[in-house]
């Protein structure tokens, strides 16, 4: 458990100084003079080159651990971070912004790997889920407001580059304080010669319905969407300020959920299931200008997510059958991406011909539709090949 703080405390410190860009970098491309459609191009491109980073860490992470590609990523976005704070255009930012997408897709399917490797326990797993979850909550309830108070104070440049040193010296303490676990991954070993050896049908040896997947992407889709729309709120540094509140609310929703203890003796897929429902109406409700401040309603947004995500792989774990934790994490991951992707190139190409909140609320409800048909199609699988 010694290696879980640690991991904790060097994901903390990445997340703050990830999620602390977040309401700085729309207004930094406007400067730069890139329009709206521009900057759901960036932001899309960033999720995009997530893709072929996830497709590497799938397998590489089952294979040769998870603490060379957690130094790796967080080495290499510190780097980029650097070079961004010297930008002169919006067509440099975008291609670091390319390459940034590409090196961080390896730093969450490789921790949540690793977490799930240090015990097999399914309520152990659950609480060290919730721990990253409270962790990147944690992180993202100060930093975005942290990240617009630095900008207000020392300028974009300045900000960018104390924001890569960060990630460049935690990636280096990582070096010497994570420990790869090995246990299960010889565990995975022994149960893939055992599918080869009984000759298991596919369905049984990946036992993860590909519907589950369509709600991580409806879902970052949505988080794409309202990372793309607050930020454009912002034409001040005061204004930029109070995105960055605006963000800080939706993790403190987050935070207040994850607390709540009591939710674990919830059925997994039925917290994913609600959660998603109930975050499908709240967007609706900010689509259609319902009568409640929009602080709240972000706040609606965060308790949602905070059930959400935490249940969420619980569920994979659950479904994956207890092996090969990096490839299941890693199309988690590639989900997400594509959903991200989606999301702002969508908002930044139809937002002056319908809210995008309603585009968040059609791919979630789509999504909710669709997740409970993933236990008929498992039930149905096992029924044929018994």
């Known amino acids: 458990m010694k290696t879980a703080v640690w991991l904790y405390l060097f994901l903390f410190i990445a997340f703050f100084d990830l999620h ?86 390896f730093l969450s399917p490789a921790c949540l790997a690793l977490l799930a490797k240090m015990t097999s326990d399914r309520t152990e797993q659950g609480k060290l889920m919730a721990g990253n979850g409270l962790v990147h909550t944690l992180a993202s309830v100060v930093s975005p407001a942290a990240g617009a108070y630095l900008v207000a104070k020392i300028g974009f440049a300045t900000a960018f580059t104390l924001l890569g040193w960060i990630l460049i010296v935690t990636s280096v303490c990582a070096i010497f304080f994570i420990k790869d676990i090995r246990a299960n991954a010889e565990q995975s070993k022994s149960m893939s010669k055992l599918e080869k050896k009984e000759k298991l049908p596919l369905e049984q040896a990946v036992p993860i319905p590909w519907l589950v997947y369509m709600l991580p992407v409806a879902l970052s889709c949505a988080q794409g969407i309202l990372s793309f729309e607050l930020p454009l709120m912002a034409k001040t540094q005061e204004a930029m300020m109070t995105t960055g509140l605006l963000f800080s609310v939706v993790s403190i929703g987050a935070l207040v959920t994850l607390s709540m203890l009591f939710l674990n003796r919830v059925s997994a897929y039925q917290r994913t299931l609600w959660g998603s429902l109930v975050l499908a109406i709240i967007y609706f409700g900010i689509a259609s200008n319902f009568p409640a401040p929009l602080m709240v309603m972000l706040l609606f947004v965060g308790m949602a997510k905070g059930v959400i995500l935490p249940a969420l792989s619980i569920l994979l774990i659950e479904l994956s059958g207890g092996a090969r934790y990096g490839r299941t994490f890693s199309v988690l991951s590639i989900a997400f991406s594509v959903g991200a992707f989606i999301g702002p190139m969508a908002a930044g190409q139809l937002r002056d011909h319908v809210s995008p909140y309603y585009i968040a609320f059609i791919a979630l409800m789509i999504a909710v539709t669709f997740l409970p048909l993933h236990t008929w199609k498992r039930h149905s699988s096992r029924t044929h090949f018994s």
């Open 20 to 105: 602390a860009q977040y309401p700085i970098l729309t207004p930094f491309a406007i400067s730069l003079g890139a329009a709206p459609s521009f900057i759901g191009l960036m932001m899309g491109m960033y999720s995009i080159t997530h893709l072929p980073g996830n497709l590497i860490a799938g397998f590489s992470v089952d294979r040769y651990g998870s603490r060379f590609f957690i130094v790796f990523s967080l080495l290499a976005a510190g780097v980029v971070l650097l070079f961004q704070s010297h930008v002169t255009n919006p067509w440099q930012l975008l291609l670091l912004r390319s390459i940034s997408g590409f090196v961080l897709a």
